[in-house]
């Protein structure tokens, strides 16, 4: 299609073209999803730490040149809101704290790319615009929420941490080891890297995926699906499982601002170490993709009482 866009002179490729997109063939590489992060969809009364988050993305798929042996690139464009919270402590005197964990909203806007390279790879670039403290709305978001579904009063937010901007660049590698001949069962290597004022962080990690399988170049998985010129009516389904570790070096959430004097962060420490293992399950077609994570991940705080544990739900449509 992208040659008979561009050699305009050529009467009958320009034809062709129009013909398919008309008469034979439904285009759909653009795709709007919603995804909500909450501890209640553990189904266990929990309401801490990451306590909700949403967030919504525009995602479009661009034709590659002729002459370039990749499949297409995937740009993606997100904005969203994450909410933090601490649980009391009784005895906050002899910790100078009030809370095992800071009081924080997360205000960001996010574009990225994905390329598909050849033997099952993928490459992600991303560049994250992010804002701390109460210019990030989080304490008026969990307010309007708890006040909304009658749920209690939201206190604890005279402890958020102070107002900072960051901009934080990202970079994610993930390839295929296996995949049987059936396509009913694969797994992979993932590799990803965050460096910035918000968060510093190195992960690895290892998908594994049992169903009714795509490739990483058409699958919902990788965001490949999109880069598949003609509408497939195929169905995809399958759950995953990957563990994963992580290095954590800066988390403004928790630390406050970087470089800045946050009396709040400074009586907090990280865990260096993170152990993460996400749970899920997720089902498409040719228009719609939902599905369901449980991710399950170690003490982020060196003084939490807990693990930091939460669900997602997720739903996008493709046109």
């Given at each position: 299609?992208?040659?008979?866009?561009?050699?305009?002179?050529?009467?009958?490729?320009?034809?062709?073209?129009?013909?398919?997109?008309?008469?034979?063939?439904?285009?759909?590489?653009?795709?709007i999803s919603i995804q909500n992060d909450n501890d209640v969809y553990l189904l266990v009364g929990q309401?801490?730490?990451?306590?909700n988050g949403i967030n919504v993305n525009y995602r479009v798929a661009i034709q590659p040149r002729s002459d370039v042996q990749t499949s297409n690139t995937v740009l993606d464009f997100e904005i969203g809101q994450r909410?933090?919270?601490?649980?009391?402590?009784?005895?906050?005197?002899?910790?100078?704290?009030?809370?095992?964990?800071?009081?924080?909203?997360?205000?960001?806007?996010?574009?990225?790319?994905?390329?598909?390279?050849?033997?099952?790879?993928?490459v992600e670039v991303k560049v994250e615009f992010g804002q701390i403290g109460s210019r990030s709305y989080g304490e008026e978001a969990q307010k309007f929420i708890h006040h909304l579904f009658g749920l209690y009063e939201a206190t604890g937010w005279e402890t958020e941490l102070r107002n900072a901007f960051g901009v934080d660049m990202q970079a994610k590698y993930l390839k295929g080891i296996y995949r049987n001949e059936s396509q009913s069962f694969d797994?992979?290597?993932?590799g990803r890297g965050v460096l910035g004022m918000n968060n510093?962080?190195?992960?690895?990690?290892?998908?594994i995926r049992a169903g009714k399988l795509?490739?990483?170049?058409?699958?919902?998985?990788?965001?490949?699906?999109?880069?598949?010129?003609?509408?497939?009516?195929?169905?995809?389904?399958?759950?995953?499982y990957q563990p994963s570790l992580t290095r954590v070096f800066y988390n403004s959430t928790?630390?406050?601002?970087?470089?800045?004097?946050?009396?709040?962060?400074?009586?907090?420490?990280?865990?260096?170490?993170?152990?993460?293992?996400?749970v899920g399950f997720n089902w498409s077609d040719h228009k719609v993709h939902y599905g369901i994570n449980y991710i399950f991940n170690s003490k982020e705080l060196k003084s939490v009482f807990h693990r930091h544990q939460y669900g997602q739900l997720f739903f996008a449509y493709r046109f």
């Open positions: 299609m992208s040659v008979g866009l561009r050699s305009l002179g050529l009467l009958l490729p320009l034809i062709s073209s129009c013909f398919l997109v008309f008469g034979q063939v439904k285009f759909r590489k653009h795709e309401d801490r730490y990451y306590t909410i933090y919270n601490g649980i009391s402590i009784v005895d906050y005197r002899r910790q100078n704290r009030t809370y095992d964990r800071p009081f924080a909203g997360y205000l960001y806007l996010s574009a990225g790319a994905t390329r598909f390279l050849k033997e099952d790879q993928v797994l992979g290597m993932i510093t962080n190195i992960e690895a990690g290892i998908p795509k490739s990483y170049h058409a699958s919902t998985f990788t965001r490949g699906h999109l880069t598949q010129a003609r509408s497939n009516n195929e169905k995809e389904w399958y759950f995953v928790i630390q406050g601002g970087l470089g800045k004097d946050d009396p709040i962060g400074e009586l907090y420490q990280i865990e260096p170490w993170m152990l993460s293992h996400r």
